[in-house]
């Protein structure tokens, strides 16, 4: 504790690295990387910029859905509906197309509108009717997989036109082309997460609800808007999804919140709310998407793949929770 | 102090940003009532926590029986024989009457070699307790779930017995009940009474103080004030020992230019703790609000901030007659609120100066959306010199701050927002004296050289008087009484606090 106030100075570039390194994030991305390291002596064919790349196309709508959950989780909210929504919107897409004849641009926005609907009426009733997050998206995680299930009456949709996969197959500057969609939302939304009113806002309600609306803060709007924005999120994932598949099926993102709020709390989103960054996030969604691939291509069984993708989860939190305390006593 | 079962000496206990008790005293004698009062924040949950184990003093003793007592943990309170009711009734729902009495020391009986719930002894014992306790209509075998408050509360003081407790704690025990509920409880105390257990019961309801119980100790910021025999005193004088500290080292109000109205309250009614508000709050001018705990001030001040909406009146802000139904909307009109709970509203404890202060006025620390933090540092760094708070810098975590400094920062995000008309919820409650002379330099310059409109909720008298250029008194969220800086004392405005029967029992007297 330092007693007297030192003179504001700005810290040397050595100090910000040494922060930066035993920042969350510093911490997770070295185990990412010793991960990556060790993986890539077990086997030859991980560490291709080949395999990479289509790691990346893998991990897109994971990512995507994990940006808007890290808002929310920040927050001190939760949403599991998020794999409903996608699975509803690719429902949605390829039955107005199919059945509806919709132009297949027509199908798409609907698709898309009708998952932020759906995220919309969630943060609905957390707002107005004050329905916990977890309670209510628990609900529609069933709801809503219950209407995709009956709008596409077991039938799936497939014949998609060519174009229509260039954004889940196809690539663009030798890179495919979802994982550009993932980068520029990493990047917008970790600014705005970071640096604007609104990631502002969702701390402060995070840390303290109360406090936040007694300054004055718009509480419910901003809840409100992000959980619409998850839907809409997952309804952009969930036209990813069916691109990348070629086909729509009713069962589509089933089990996906879990994976999803898994990377977010691996990337060091307090699961209370009040902390988290979307970098940390997308190491996250990054770590666990390289684990996986890189233990099945090492020849490990799938059983066991999950087996170490759990250790490494509980591992990746202790020597964060472990660094973060000592460094709050530093 | 010779036939105490129980006595506190020199109690000390601080919390980080707060001294909750600074030599407080208290004791009591076997079978008799001892009743617990102050306003909230006074100490008195810390009190009764460190006789029932669940905090330990700084410094100070415990003597029960005569005997220096230490009390680690609950366990080892209870087992010397004290129990406590607190507010939030510690009982489990889904489980029956009699098993909740008998929660962990359930008679046995031995079964096939292994010892195992007698059921009908405990059953039996249990009917036994509670017609001791003169309750018949009460079915032991019901899930405690589906009682009301105030049979749930009789089987917490069942289970008290069942454990022997010699002293039974009392926390606000009436705060949850109906009438009848009530005279049950009351009579119950009394039978407790005459069997010689000893009660602490705590408080702010005067005429239950009266009714009940046979001396009372006052507690106020954490200080003992007194103990007086509920004979020999009566309601104007508790009051006075309550609110009526004389503050040394006040600051001296400047006297400031009155100008033009700034709020209009009309007719303001959110029922129950606010009816038919109507007062006014001029430029450069103090308004005290004083009033018991409970007669509705921070009610009144929230229907303005719009954390209560009204269901009806008007709100007139510079004549204008504007519609707040939501607390940023009166942020918008130039509307700031000092709230009462620093902790819980004022504050975000977890974020640092820099991002409290500039937390009512991002928009003006921010382009397109964007926070500059240079210029949330620049304000963060001149809320600092301003106020002189003490912190490491802007970038100190709030919760690290003393509770005055806490105080100055939420005053600070306020000031940020260069309000009309700033409320005051006790904006020196549990701060030191050097902070709340501070605190009150700087209120009097705000109304004298920027012509703010202040209304200050106090309950403090001293401070209501010293700093408050008019009075209003509320009383069951009823304004009952204004007052001119000129013709306000102690005593005319305690007299107004005072409940009608009071006010009639200290008239008869005269």
Known sequence: MQETTPAPRNPTVSEKLRRLIISQEGVLFLIMLASVLFLATRTDKFLTVDNLLQQGRFMTEIGLIAIPMTYIIITGGIDLSVGSILGLAAIVLGWTWQELGFPLELAIITAIISGTVAGFVNGLFIVRVGVPPLIMTL???????????????????????????????????????????????????????????LGRALYAIGNNETGARFSGLTVNRHLLFIYTFSGFMSAVAGYIFVSRVSTTRSDMGTGMELDVIAAVVLGGTSIFGGAGSVPGTIIGVVLIQLLKNGLVLAGVTSDATIVVIGSVLIFAILVNNFIQSRRGEG | MTDALLELRGIDKRFPGVRALKDAQFDVRPGE???????????????????????????????????????????????????????????????????????????????????????????????????????????????????????????EIAKALSLDA??????????????????????????????????????????????????????????????????????????????????????????????????????????????????????????????????????????IFGVLPAES???????????????????????????????????????????????????????????????????????????????????????????????????????????????????????????????????????????LAILMISSELPEILAMSDRILVMREGRLVGEFTREEATQENIAHAMMSEEARQAAGAAL
Do not use: C
């Not at chain 2, 005569?66 to 889904?94: D, K, W």
């Not at chain 2, 009940?212 to 020992?241: F, H, P, Q």
């Open chain 2, 313 to 451: 009146g008007e709100i007139r802000l510079n004549g204008q007659a504007v519609r707040i139904t939501r607390p940023s909307e009166a942020v918008d009109y130039g509307i700031g609120y000092v709230p009462e709970d620093r902790g819980h509203q004022g504050l975000i404890r977890e974020m640092t100066i820099r991002e409290n202060t500039s937390m009512a006025v991002l928009e003006s620390v921010s382009s397109r959306s964007f926070i500059s933090r240079a210029k949330e540092r620049a304000l963060a760094n001149g809320a600092i010199r301003q106020l002189s708070i003490r912190a490491t810098g802007p970038d100190q975590i709030a919760n690290k701050l003393s509770g005055g400094n806490q105080q100055k920062v939420v005053v600070s995000k306020w000031l940020a927002s260069s309000p009309k008309l700033l409320i005051m919820d006790e904006p020196t409650r549990g701060i030191d004296v050097g902070a709340k002379a501070e605190i009150h330099r700087l209120m009097s310059r705000l109304a004298a050289q920027d012509g």
């Open chain 2, 33 to 155: 009532v001892h009743a617990l009062i102050g306003e909230n924040g006074a100490g008195k949950s810390t009190l009764i926590k460190i006789v029932s184990g669940v905090y330990q003093p700084d410094s100070g003793e415990i003597m029960l029986d005569g005997a220096q007592v230490e009390f680690g943990n609950p366990r080892e309170s209870h087992s010397a024989g004290i129990a406590t009711i607190y507010q939030e009734l510690g009982l489990y729902p889904e489980l029956s009457v009699a098993e909740n009495i008998f929660m962990g020391h359930a008679p046995t009986r031995k079964r096939l070699g292994f010892n195992t719930i007698d059921w009908e002894a405990m059953e039996a014992e249990a009917e036994a307790l509670l017609a001791e306790l003169n309750i018949h209509n009460l079915d032991v075998g019901a899930m405690v779930g589906t009682l009301n408050v105030g049979n749930r509360q009789r089987v």
């Open chain 2, 166 to 303: 010699r002293i039974l704690i009392m926390d606000e025990p009436t705060a949850a009940l109906t009438e009848s509920d009530v005279e049950q409880l009351f009579s119950i105390v009394r039978l407790l009474r005459e069997r010689g257990v000893s009660i602490i019961y705590i408080s702010h309801r005067l005429n239950e103080v009266f009714e009940l119980a046979d001396r009372v100790t006052v507690l106020r910021d954490g200080e003992y004030i007194g103990t007086k025999n509920v004979a020999e005193t009566d309601e104007a004088e508790l009051i006075s020992m309550m609110v009526g500290r004389t503050i040394k080292n006040l600051f001296p109000k400047q006297a400031a230019h009155i100008g033009e109205v700034v709020l209009e309250a009309r007719k303001l009614n959110r029922p129950p703790l606010t009816r038919d508000i109507s007062f006014s709050v001029r430029a450069g001018e103090i308004v005290g609000l004083a009033g018991l705990v409970g007669s509705g001030r921070s009610e009144t001040a929230q229907v």
């Open chain 1, 139 to 197: 609900a529609t995680l069933a709801l809503y997989r219950g209407l995709a299930e009956g709008i596409s009456e077991a039938r799936s949709a497939r014949g998609y036109p060519e174009w229509f996969f260039q954004l889940g197959q196809g690539e663009f500057l030798g890179i495919p082309t979802q994982l550009w969609l993932l980068i520029f939302a990493v990047i917008i939304f970790g600014i705005v997460l970071a640096r604007t009113r």
